[in-house]
């Protein structure tokens, strides 16, 4: 059972009719994508000197682009639960480049993402447009991200983290890494802020393996990226807000980090003894 799971999925190749539909969808979703993205940056040129930090329109843009998306794919969406309305932070499970465009199609939000993305061709550009807060692997850096992800949550922006590090095959929920979560602990912030943890959950199309949306390890993310669009029948994917979590009721980062850690995985469609949690040859880098 366990095997399976860990092996590389066996992809049929992409036959005429695949190709056709890589065409016309990669070419509307391109122009969606790129047309608001102009609309966005033409906005922000508005909103920067009226609102500073405040982004009171372009979260919306970006939202419409990511609920288009699932629209041009043929993917269906569906949303459980609610968006808290409470200062604070979001914090989901990480299994694909999809996960973006679930959760900004599901809630106005603002990614933290590992520095690299910043250079990958047409995704950081995207990234960064879209106010992605960048952090980088290093403790020499933690003390600047700590004041940054303060600022970014004193001006009212909800932050979405990836507290696994890494993402997955979709299958399983890596433990939580609280190394994050210290920012909510400082300055105060801990008697006014709310975590909010998000389960995504993926489900094949029928007859592919139950991993195709997942996008880990070493797996390329044109030839992913391609195989989605390609795709006649999609799948679908479940984007789930669990209650709130109000910081100060948590003793500290590690506390705060294991509820939320239970409550996302508490949704997911697998049992844990089903699923290994170790993560060899199943994270990304």
Known sequence: MEGWKEAPIAYAPIGVAGWLRVIWRGLVLGGVTYGCLLLLLALRLVERPLYGMARPWTPHVTQFVCRAAFVILRMRLVVRGTPMRERGAMVANHASWLDIFALNAAARIYFVAKSEVAGWAGIGWLARATGTVFIARKGAEAKRQQALFEERLRAG????????????????????????????????????????PVSVIYHAPARQ????????????????????????????????????????DCADRKELAAACEAAVRGAMPFAPDEVSQGAAGVGRA
């Open 209 to 248: 393996d139950a991993r195709f949306y997942g996008w880990w390890a070493a797996m390329e993310f044109a030839g992913h990226f391609l195989r989605v669009l390609a795709e006649g029948r999609q799948g679908s994917v479940e984007v789930v807000f669990h209650d709130p979590l109000r910081v100060d």
């Open 157 to 196: 922006h909800r932050l979405m983290f990836f507290p696994e590090g890494t993402s997955t095959d979709g299958l399983r929920v890596l433990p939580f890494k609280s190394t994050l979560f210290a920012a909510f602990f400082t300055h105060g912030l801990d008697e006014v802020m709310s975590v909010q």
